[in-house]
């Protein structure tokens, strides 16, 4: 009994020691079977273009802000109170044009003087004149000495010089008479009104903001490192965001003087067309030179959400999805900045039959 007791347990110890290597052994068939049964799905129809560095054009960007050709600030030139306002924000307005009017009931009475003024000159003038006459003739007969008709003429110029003064100082009185009506200094468009009826009109305190739109400027700042590369008549590209749209322009001035802060100039772009406004922002591209980069086919590019990417084909056809930075693009050619590199394929064309993870068994 004892040895057969002994003979079943050495049986049971030997198939619990090789339990495990059979265990083992049939996963290790198993795990190698499913490998063989993965299979990639095919791709086929597309075209596949090995990407190579190309010449582009090479740009600086920056970020600039629309202005008017020109900006006026419009006050008054006398106190007073104003009677009327004869324009509102919005209002396109001409050179020379009434904004408001100021009250010149004082003004009024100081032209009235000054015209009196002038004829009560007028009339000296005209008496001192005929008396010189008389004194000339006089003197003709050597009926009056030197001396006596040497200060009837005085008198005489004393009284052009009036007369004169007289004139001028009723010019004056007009011309300050005509300061009550505040005019536009330029032909545009009313952009802020700061009066009403009532309010009080003081010298240096703006009333109006007009601004010119026959014509508009960019300003941009560029890093000083870039100083000789804008030139004058340069054009630029410009994206206006409020617009959505792209505009060209050129640039006008190049300021010299760098800011000891921000270590960059201003550039002034002259642009033109519809829809611009004083203050709107803008995306502005001033051309540097020449650049190698890489240039794929727009038709390559797939934005899946937020990704954008392309599909790349490697030594074994195996198709993947591969995420790529994208920069400007050149016509149909779109600059690759991340992601790719030289001599790598992609699809091109027939993207939509491409799968991530598939084999290519055909080429176009």
Same mark, same amino acid.
């Given at each position: 009994?004892?040895?057969?007791?002994?003979?079943?347990?050495?049986?049971?110890t030997?198939?619990?020691?090789?339990?495990?290597?059979?265990l083992?052994?049939?996963c290790?068939?198993k795990?190698?079977?499913?490998?063989?049964?993965i299979?990639?799905?095919? #791709?086929?129809?597309?075209?596949?273009?090995a @990407?190579?560095l190309? /010449?582009?054009?090479?740009? *600086?960007?920056? $970020?600039?802000? =629309?202005?008017?050709?020109t900006t006026?600030?419009?006050?008054?030139?006398?106190?007073g109170?104003i009677?009327? #306002?004869?324009?509102k924000?919005?209002?396109? @307005?001409?050179?020379? /044009?009434?904004l408001?009017t *100021?009250?010149? $009931?004082?003004i =009024?009475?100081?032209?009235?003087?000054?015209?009196?003024?002038v004829e009560?000159?007028?009339?000296q003038r005209?008496?001192t004149?005929v008396t010189?006459?008389?004194y000339?003739?006089?003197?003709d007969d050597?009926?009056l000495t030197?001396q006596?008709?040497?200060?009837?003429?005085t008198?005489n110029?004393?009284?052009d010089m009036e007369?004169e003064?007289?004139k001028?100082?009723?010019?004056?009185?007009?011309?300050y008479?005509?300061?009550?009506r505040?005019?536009?200094?330029?032909s545009?468009v009313v952009t802020?009104?700061?009066?009403?009826?009532?309010?009080?009109?003081?010298?240096?305190v703006?009333?109006?903001?007009?601004e010119?739109?026959s014509?508009y400027?960019?300003?941009?700042n560029?890093d000083?490192?870039h100083?000789?590369?804008v030139?004058?008549?340069?054009?630029a590209?410009?994206?206006i965001e409020?617009?959505?749209?792209?505009?060209?322009?050129?640039?006008?001035?190049v300021?010299?003087?760098?800011?000891?802060?921000?270590?960059?100039?201003?550039?002034?772009?002259k642009?033109?067309?519809?829809g611009l406004r004083?203050g709107?922002?803008?995306?502005?591209?001033?051309?540097?030179g020449k650049?190698?980069?890489?240039l794929?086919s727009?038709?390559a590019i797939?934005?899946k959400?937020?990704?954008?990417?392309?599909y790349?084909v490697?030594?074994k056809s195996?198709?993947?999805y591969?995420?790529i930075?994208?920069g400007?693009?050149y016509g149909?050619?779109v600059?690759?900045l991340?992601g790719?590199?030289?001599?790598?394929?992609l699809?091109?064309?027939g993207?939509?039959?491409a799968?991530?993870?598939?084999?290519?068994?055909?080429?176009e």
């Amino acid at each position: 009994m004892r040895r057969n007791y002994m003979k079943r347990f050495g049986i049971i110890t030997i198939m619990l020691l090789l339990l495990p290597a059979a265990l083992l052994s049939g996963c290790k068939g198993k795990a190698g079977q499913e490998t063989k049964e993965i299979k990639r799905q095919q #791709v086929s129809g597309v075209t596949v273009e090995a @990407v190579a560095l190309s /010449q582009a054009d090479e740009y *600086i960007e920056t $970020s600039g802000t =629309v202005k008017a050709k020109t900006t006026s600030i419009v006050g008054s030139r006398i106190m007073g109170t104003i009677t009327s #306002v004869k324009v509102k924000e919005g209002d396109r @307005v001409q050179a020379g /044009q009434v904004l408001a009017t *100021i009250d010149d $009931s004082d003004i =009024v009475q100081r032209v009235k003087a000054a015209e009196k003024g002038v004829e009560a000159a007028r009339q000296q003038r005209s008496l001192t004149d005929v008396t010189y006459q008389r004194y000339k003739k006089l003197y003709d007969d050597r009926a009056l000495t030197g001396q006596e008709l040497d200060q009837i003429e005085t008198q005489n110029k004393v009284a052009d010089m009036e007369y004169e003064r007289a004139k001028a100082m009723h010019q004056e009185a007009r011309v300050y008479h005509g300061f009550a009506r505040v005019t536009a200094p330029v032909s545009g468009v009313v952009t802020e009104k700061k009066t009403d009826p009532g309010s009080m009109a003081v010298p240096g305190v703006p009333l109006f903001t007009i601004e010119d739109t026959s014509g508009y400027r960019i300003e941009a700042n560029l890093d000083e490192k870039h100083a000789g590369k804008v030139k004058l008549g340069m054009e630029a590209g410009i994206y206006i965001e409020s617009l959505g749209r792209a505009i060209n322009g050129v640039i006008a001035e190049v300021v010299p003087s760098v800011d000891p802060m921000t270590r960059t100039f201003v550039v002034k772009i002259k642009i033109s067309g519809e829809g611009l406004r004083n203050g709107s922002y803008g995306k502005v591209s001033v051309p540097a030179g020449k650049k190698e980069t890489l240039l794929v086919s727009k038709k390559a590019i797939v934005e899946k959400g937020q990704l954008t990417g392309v599909y790349v084909v490697d030594a074994k056809s195996i198709v993947t999805y591969r995420l790529i930075r994208a920069g400007r693009v050149y016509g149909d050619k779109v600059e690759i900045l991340s992601g790719l590199s030289p001599n790598e394929r992609l699809i091109v064309d027939g993207v939509e039959k491409a799968v991530d993870g598939g084999v290519l068994v055909s080429k176009e």
